[in-house]
């Protein structure tokens, strides 16, 4: 019997991934260990390697199939001994259906008052499964997955005026989408005009019916990483209650420091960055202040015992944090070089899930963009996440009298669950000590 090769689940909260590239085709000989294929998460893309020997019998899901579900087949290995005639009764190639409905319990006749069934008549619990398959205007069965059905039966809409966009005319996710979005279908007692083709271009109705007919334009599909971001960001902005507590902070100390020890570090190459300064100031505070480092759950606070500073970082996909493990305890050049690997490798997609999930406090910097101040959306579910503007000679007033010095803003990103106004504020004020006489940061 052929082994089937099947999703792997690449991260804790992976999902779905997408099956970028194969690297063997049909008839190729493989053995344990041997590179397969690269798997696109949400973050990275990944290589999977082969667990049994064997030979690629199919190719069941081609490359660069989106939201493939972790567990389901991917491929045959055909093993010792067998041929092509094994496929035959091996699982087929992945083609969704949409799953058998249980038998349904004939109905509990309705009782004036009741509030509760018969108990004599009343069903027995069973797992939840997808509602029976519906009938389409031609009397066609309707083939639609588990989700689609589920959002159809939340929005009220009737699911058998839809067309499907996924296989074989399959109604998924996005059909209803583009119904809510640009009206599709029937919605209970309500007839709303469904327009052909719908599914294929459910983002512009809206935009079209708001602001009138659009320009041209290039329609460029969102990316696993980009999805998983505007998932993130959303529930972080529609769950957190976010403050901010703002600073100026001088670094004409920082910068002079900076330039003597990256003259005496040539011959060892690194070079400092300010931001290599920031993380560990942040590290440092972290652990004076350990009631700052926490996370909100709805059952208790977490207080961390490890520093991990997470960092973010623009690439061609979108944002990542890597993160920097026990920063408090890492010296300026440590922490520089470690940042410098994580964000080659981070544009390059060839982070492990454990080196950008989790992190009890971020980073992001936008100083070399020249941008002088800006807020962030904490990373859930830390609790605080720093925003570095750019240093730049501004006037100042010192002793009375003014002078120039270079000027750093920083705002810090608060959940109020977990960190009150006072609390975010001492953990600034030392934040800023240091960063002003960053030889405390070296003792």
């Given at each position: 019997m052929p082994t089937s090769i099947t999703m792997p689940a690449l991260s804790p909260t992976m999902t779905e991934g997408t099956l970028a590239k194969w690297m063997v085709k049909e008839g190729d000989t493989v053995k344990s260990g041997d590179v397969i294929a690269e798997i696109e998460t949400d973050k990275a893309t990944m290589e999977l390697e082969a667990v049994d020997e064997g030979t690629i019998g199919r190719i069941v899901v081609p490359a660069g199939t989106e939201n493939v579900a972790v567990n389901s087949v991917i491929a045959l290995l055909l093993n010792e001994g067998e041929n092509a005639g094994a496929l035959k009764d091996a699982a087929p190639a992945a083609k969704p259906t949409a799953p058998a409905a249980l038998p349904q319990a004939a109905p509990v006749p309705k009782v004036a008052g009741a509030q509760t069934p018969n108990p004599k008549t009343e069903i027995p619990s069973v797992p939840r499964a997808a509602p029976p398959p519906v009938a389409n205007a031609d009397g066609g069965r309707v083939v639609a997955s588990p989700l689609a059905r589920r959002m159809a039966e939340k929005a009220g809409l009737q699911i058998a005026a839809l067309a499907g966009s996924g296989p074989h005319g399959r109604i998924v996710k996005a059909d209803i989408e583009a119904a809510l979005v640009g009206g599709g279908a029937q919605r209970q007692g309500t007839v709303v005009p469904f327009v052909q083709g719908a599914a294929t271009a459910p983002k512009l109705a809206a935009a079209q019916q708001a602001i009138g007919p659009l320009s041209d334009h290039t329609e460029v599909p969102h990316s696993t990483m980009r999805k998983v971001i505007a998932r993130r960001l959303t529930e972080a902005v529609q769950t957190i209650p976010h403050f901010y507590l703002t600073v100026d902070c001088e670094i004409d100390r920082l910068m002079e420091l900076r330039k003597e020890l990256n003259a005496r570090g040539e011959k060892d190459g690194f070079k400092l960055s300010v931001n290599d300064f920031v993380i560990r100031a942040s590290a440092l505070a972290l652990r004076k202040m350990p009631e700052a480092n926490v996370a909100w759950t709805d059952t208790a606070t977490l207080q961390f015992k490890a520093v991990d500073v997470s960092v973010?970082?623009?690439?061609?996909?979108?944002?990542?944090?890597?993160?920097?493990?026990?920063?408090?305890?890492?010296?300026?050049?440590?922490?520089?070089?470690?940042?410098?690997?994580?964000?080659?490798?981070?544009?390059?997609?060839?982070?492990?899930?454990?080196?950008?999930?989790?992190?009890?406090?971020?980073?992001?910097n936008l100083g070399m963009y020249g941008i002088k101040s800006f807020t962030s959306i904490i990373n859930p579910p830390q609790g605080m996440i720093l925003s570095v503007g750019a240093g730049e000679q501004r006037p100042v007033v010192k002793d009375g009298a003014l002078s120039v010095a270079t000027v750093m803003t920083v705002t810090l990103a608060v959940d109020h669950r977990v960190v009150d106004g006072a609390m975010g504020a001492q953990w600034l004020g030392l934040f800023k000590r240091m960063i002003e006489d960053p030889m405390t940061m070296m003792l």
């Amino acid at each position: 019997m052929p082994t089937s090769i099947t999703m792997p689940a690449l991260s804790p909260t992976m999902t779905e991934g997408t099956l970028a590239k194969w690297m063997v085709k049909e008839g190729d000989t493989v053995k344990s260990g041997d590179v397969i294929a690269e798997i696109e998460t949400d973050k990275a893309t990944m290589e999977l390697e082969a667990v049994d020997e064997g030979t690629i019998g199919r190719i069941v899901v081609p490359a660069g199939t989106e939201n493939v579900a972790v567990n389901s087949v991917i491929a045959l290995l055909l093993n010792e001994g067998e041929n092509a005639g094994a496929l035959k009764d091996a699982a087929p190639a992945a083609k969704p259906t949409a799953p058998a409905a249980l038998p349904q319990a004939a109905p509990v006749p309705k009782v004036a008052g009741a509030q509760t069934p018969n108990p004599k008549t009343e069903i027995p619990s069973v797992p939840r499964a997808a509602p029976p398959p519906v009938a389409n205007a031609d009397g066609g069965r309707v083939v639609a997955s588990p989700l689609a059905r589920r959002m159809a039966e939340k929005a009220g809409l009737q699911i058998a005026a839809l067309a499907g966009s996924g296989p074989h005319g399959r109604i998924v996710k996005a059909d209803i989408e583009a119904a809510l979005v640009g009206g599709g279908a029937q919605r209970q007692g309500t007839v709303v005009p469904f327009v052909q083709g719908a599914a294929t271009a459910p983002k512009l109705a809206a935009a079209q019916q708001a602001i009138g007919p659009l320009s041209d334009h290039t329609e460029v599909p969102h990316s696993t990483m980009r999805k998983v971001i505007a998932r993130r960001l959303t529930e972080a902005v529609q769950t957190i209650p976010h403050f901010y507590l703002t600073v100026d902070c001088e670094i004409d100390r920082l910068m002079e420091l900076r330039k003597e020890l990256n003259a005496r570090g040539e011959k060892d190459g690194f070079k400092l960055s300010v931001n290599d300064f920031v993380i560990r100031a942040s590290a440092l505070a972290l652990r004076k202040m350990p009631e700052a480092n926490v996370a909100w759950t709805d059952t208790a606070t977490l207080q961390f015992k490890a520093v991990d500073v997470s960092v973010a970082v623009a690439t061609k996909k979108g944002l990542i944090t890597p993160i920097v493990k026990n920063a408090d305890q890492k010296g300026l050049a440590a922490i520089s070089a470690e940042v410098k690997d994580l964000a080659t490798r981070a544009q390059d997609g060839k982070l492990a899930p454990e080196e950008y999930q989790g992190g009890t406090f971020s980073v992001s910097n936008l100083g070399m963009y020249g941008i002088k101040s800006f807020t962030s959306i904490i990373n859930p579910p830390q609790g605080m996440i720093l925003s570095v503007g750019a240093g730049e000679q501004r006037p100042v007033v010192k002793d009375g009298a003014l002078s120039v010095a270079t000027v750093m803003t920083v705002t810090l990103a608060v959940d109020h669950r977990v960190v009150d106004g006072a609390m975010g504020a001492q953990w600034l004020g030392l934040f800023k000590r240091m960063i002003e006489d960053p030889m405390t940061m070296m003792l």
